[in-house]
C-alpha cells in the first residue's frame, strides 16, 4: 500500500488531471464531498468483523448482503476517488459470538493496520475499547453501551462512534412514550445476561422513567438464547409488569412473545424493545406464534427507530436502496435493519475516506486521520439517519422516534383481521407475512441517560 502510495505522489507531481469519479453517475440525491486527489489504481479494505454465525447471525448475515451489494455499485461509479472498495472474507472474520474468537479475529486484523473497521455488538465494543485506542483504529458501529463507547467512568469517549443512539437512551425514550400513551404503565425489564442485554437497565435510566410516570420493576430477569422463560415473564407479570421491555434481538423478541402468547397474556402485556426488536428477523421469526388477533404474537411490539425503514420510499435513498436490492435479487428475510447499515456504511465510509484524502493528502490516510474526520463529521448516509457526533463531544447517535412492528395488510397499511387481512408472499422456505415498521413519533432528541449526563 505504501509503494502504491508513493506513485501516487509522484504521478500528482506530474500535474496529471483529477477526474471527478466518485460523483459523475451517482444519483443527484448523493450529495457527496468532491474529490481533491486522485486514488485511481488504490484499493481501500472495508474491514469489518463480529458474529456471523452465532446468536446474531439471524440478523447480521444480511449487513454482508448490504456491503457486497453497495460496494459494488459504488465501485461502478468511481468508488473512493478512483480507488476500489474491497471487503475481507466473511469466513476469516466471524467469531461466532464468541469473546475469546473476538480477540484471535482482532489481533489478526489489527496487524494489517487497518483506518476504518466495522464492529456488531456492544459486547465487541468493549472488550477491544483500548485495544482500538492503543491501535488507533477508529470503529463504526449499530450498537452502543455505555463502557463501549464512554469507558467505565461514563465520560471518556473512546475510538467507538455509534451510529444507533445509546441503549439506555432508547430505553429512556420508550418511556417518555409509554408515560404519555399507555395507562398505568409498569415495565417489567426481560433481556439476554451479555453487554448488549443489560445496557439499557440503569439506575438513571429508572429514575428517568419514574420522571415520565413509568415504574420500572427493581428486579430485572435475564435469559440464555432458547431458554424456557415462562418462569421469568411470569415473575414480572405477577409483580404488576404490563409491559414487557427486552434489549435483545433475533430469537429474543420473538422468544418473549411467544411466551406472553402462550401464558394467556397477550391481551395484558404491551411488548416493547429496543431497535434490533422491532427488524425483519423479528418479524419472520416470530411466524412461528399466532396470537388472539389471528396475526403473529410480535405483531404490535413498539421500540426504536432512529432511521428511516425500507417502506418510507418517498424518500430517495430508502426508493433506491429498494431498486438495489431488487437488482441483487434480495428475498425479503434479507431487507433487515443490517443490510440497511451496511449499505449506508459502505456511503459513509467513502464519504469519510474523500475528506480524510481531500485533508490529509493520499499518503495521510491514518487511523487518527479517520478519527478526526468522523468527530468534524455531519452527514447523512443516503439521507437514512444522521452522523453527527458534535466534534468529537459525544459518541452515539442522537436522534430517535417510537416505532411499532406490524404486518404488511392487503390495503398498503397494517394487517387487521377480519377488514385488512395480511400479504402473503411466496419464499424458498415457504409463505409467509410481510413484517412493516409503522412510526408513531416523529424524529427527536433523545434524553442522556449516561451516569454524567442530564435527564
Same mark, same amino acid.
Given at each position: 500500500?505504501?509503494?502504491?502510495?508513493?506513485?501516487?505522489?509522484?504521478?500528482?507531481?506530474?500535474?496529471? =488531471? /483529477?477526474?471527478?469519479?466518485?460523483?459523475?453517475?451517482?444519483?443527484?440525491?448523493?450529495?457527496?464531498?468532491?474529490?481533491?486527489?486522485?486514488?485511481?489504481?488504490?484499493?481501500?479494505?472495508?474491514?469489518?468483523?463480529?458474529?456471523? %454465525?452465532?446468536?446474531?447471525?439471524?440478523?447480521?448475515?444480511?449487513?454482508? $448482503?448490504?456491503?457486497?451489494?453497495?460496494?459494488?455499485?459504488?465501485?461502478?461509479?468511481?468508488?473512493?476517488?478512483?480507488?476500489?472498495?474491497?471487503?475481507?472474507? !466473511?469466513?476469516? /472474520?466471524?467469531?461466532?459470538?464468541?469473546?475469546?474468537?473476538?480477540?484471535?479475529?482482532?489481533?489478526?486484523?489489527?496487524? #494489517?493496520?487497518?483506518?476504518?473497521?466495522?464492529?456488531?455488538? +456492544?459486547?465487541?465494543? #468493549?472488550?477491544?475499547?483500548?485495544?482500538?485506542?492503543?491501535?488507533?483504529?477508529?470503529?463504526?458501529?449499530?450498537?452502543?453501551?455505555?463502557?463501549?463507547? @464512554?469507558?467505565?467512568?461514563?465520560?471518556?469517549?473512546? &475510538? =467507538?462512534?455509534?451510529?444507533?443512539?445509546?441503549?439506555?437512551?432508547?430505553?429512556?425514550?420508550?418511556?417518555?412514550?409509554?408515560?404519555?400513551?399507555?395507562?398505568?404503565?409498569?415495565?417489567?425489564?426481560? +433481556?439476554?445476561?451479555?453487554?448488549?442485554?443489560?445496557?439499557?437497565?440503569?439506575?438513571?435510566?429508572?429514575?428517568?422513567?419514574?420522571?415520565?410516570?413509568?415504574?420500572?420493576?427493581?428486579?430485572?430477569?435475564?435469559?440464555?438464547?432458547?431458554?424456557?422463560? +415462562?418462569?421469568?415473564?411470569?415473575?414480572?407479570?405477577?409483580?404488576?409488569?404490563?409491559?414487557?421491555?427486552?434489549?435483545?434481538?433475533?430469537?429474543?423478541?420473538?422468544?418473549?412473545?411467544?411466551?406472553?402468547?402462550?401464558?394467556?397474556?397477550?391481551?395484558?402485556?404491551?411488548?416493547?424493545?429496543?431497535? &434490533?426488536?422491532?427488524?425483519?428477523?423479528?418479524?419472520?421469526?416470530?411466524?412461528?406464534?399466532?396470537?388472539? +388477533?389471528?396475526?403473529?404474537?410480535?405483531?404490535?411490539?413498539?421500540?426504536?427507530?432512529?432511521?428511516?425503514?425500507?417502506?418510507?420510499?418517498?424518500?430517495?435513498?430508502? !426508493? &433506491?436502496?429498494?431498486?438495489?436490492?431488487?437488482?441483487?435479487?434480495?428475498?425479503?428475510?434479507?431487507?433487515?435493519? $443490517?443490510?440497511?447499515?451496511?449499505?449506508?456504511?459502505?456511503?459513509?465510509?467513502? #464519504?469519510?475516506?474523500?475528506?480524510?484524502?481531500?485533508?490529509?493528502?493520499?499518503?495521510?490516510?491514518?487511523?487518527?486521520?479517520?478519527?478526526?474526520?468522523?468527530?468534524?463529521?455531519? @452527514? %447523512?448516509?443516503?439521507?437514512?439517519?444522521?452522523?453527527?457526533?458534535?466534534?468529537?463531544?459525544? *459518541?452515539?447517535?442522537?436522534?430517535? *422516534?417510537?416505532?411499532?412492528?406490524? @404486518?404488511?395488510?392487503?390495503?398498503?397499511?397494517?394487517?387487521?383481521?377480519?377488514?385488512?387481512?395480511?400479504?402473503?408472499?411466496?419464499?424458498?422456505?415457504?409463505?409467509?407475512?410481510?413484517?412493516?415498521?409503522?412510526?408513531?413519533?416523529?424524529?427527536?432528541?433523545?434524553?442522556?441517560?449516561?451516569?454524567?449526563?442530564?435527564?
Amino acid at each position: 500500500m505504501r509503494k502504491l502510495l508513493l506513485l501516487l505522489v509522484a504521478a500528482l507531481a506530474l500535474s496529471l =488531471t /483529477i477526474p471527478a469519479l466518485a460523483q459523475e453517475e451517482l444519483p443527484d440525491f448523493i450529495e457527496r464531498t468532491e474529490c481533491e486527489v486522485d486514488l485511481s489504481g488504490q484499493s481501500f479494505m472495508l474491514w469489518h468483523m463480529g458474529d456471523l %454465525s452465532g446468536p446474531y447471525a439471524p440478523i447480521t448475515q444480511p449487513l454482508l $448482503a448490504g456491503f457486497a451489494d453497495a460496494a459494488a455499485y459504488f465501485n461502478a461509479r468511481g468508488g473512493i476517488c478512483g480507488a476500489e472498495i474491497t471487503l475481507p472474507d !466473511a469466513t476469516t /472474520i466471524d467469531t461466532g459470538g464468541d469473546q475469546e474468537a473476538t480477540a484471535v479475529i482482532y489481533e489478526r486484523v489489527s496487524a #494489517e493496520n487497518p483506518s476504518f473497521l466495522v464492529l456488531y455488538s +456492544s459486547d465487541d465494543s #468493549e472488550l477491544l475499547r483500548e485495544s482500538l485506542a492503543e491501535d488507533e483504529i477508529p470503529v463504526l458501529l449499530s450498537a452502543g453501551s455505555v463502557p463501549g463507547l @464512554y469507558g467505565e467512568d461514563a465520560n471518556t469517549p473512546g &475510538w =467507538t462512534f455509534a451510529t444507533n443512539p445509546l441503549y439506555v437512551d432508547q430505553f429512556g425514550d420508550f418511556c417518555k412514550y409509554a408515560g404519555a400513551n399507555i395507562e398505568n404503565p409498569v415495565v417489567g425489564y426481560i +433481556s439476554w445476561p451479555n453487554a448488549f442485554g443489560r445496557a439499557a437497565f440503569t439506575p438513571e435510566a429508572i429514575a428517568h422513567c419514574a420522571e415520565q410516570g413509568v415504574t420500572v420493576l427493581e428486579a430485572p430477569e435475564y435469559f440464555a438464547p432458547g431458554s424456557d422463560i +415462562s418462569g421469568q415473564v411470569q415473575n414480572l407479570v405477577d409483580a404488576g409488569a404490563n409491559i414487557l421491555y427486552t434489549n435483545s434481538l433475533g430469537t429474543g423478541p420473538a422468544e418473549v412473545a411467544a411466551t406472553v402468547n402462550n401464558l394467556g397474556l397477550g391481551e395484558q402485556v404491551q411488548l416493547a424493545g429496543v431497535n &434490533w426488536a422491532l427488524d425483519t428477523s423479528v418479524g419472520f421469526l416470530g411466524q412461528t406464534t399466532i396470537g388472539a +388477533s389471528g396475526l403473529p404474537a410480535v405483531d404490535g411490539l413498539i421500540g426504536s427507530m432512529p432511521f428511516l425503514w425500507w417502506t418510507e420510499s418517498d424518500n430517495p435513498g430508502v !426508493a &433506491w436502496m429498494n431498486e438495489l436490492a431488487d437488482d441483487n435479487s434480495r428475498p425479503p428475510l434479507v431487507r433487515n435493519i $443490517a443490510y440497511l447499515l451496511g449499505v449506508t456504511s459502505v456511503d459513509a465510509f467513502i #464519504e469519510i475516506m474523500v475528506r480524510t484524502a481531500n485533508r490529509e493528502g493520499a499518503d495521510g490516510i491514518t487511523g487518527a486521520a479517520v478519527k478526526q474526520t468522523i468527530e468534524e463529521l455531519v @452527514y %447523512s448516509p443516503l439521507g437514512m439517519y444522521l452522523i453527527d457526533f458534535r466534534g468529537g463531544e459525544i *459518541r452515539d447517535a442522537y436522534e430517535n *422516534r417510537m416505532a411499532e412492528l406490524r @404486518y404488511l395488510g392487503q390495503d398498503g397499511g397494517p394487517a387487521s383481521l377480519p377488514d385488512n387481512p395480511p400479504v402473503v408472499v411466496e419464499t424458498e422456505s415457504g409463505p409467509v407475512l410481510v413484517p412493516i415498521v409503522v412510526p408513531l413519533t416523529d424524529f427527536e432528541e433523545t434524553p442522556d441517560l449516561r451516569p454524567t449526563g442530564d435527564s
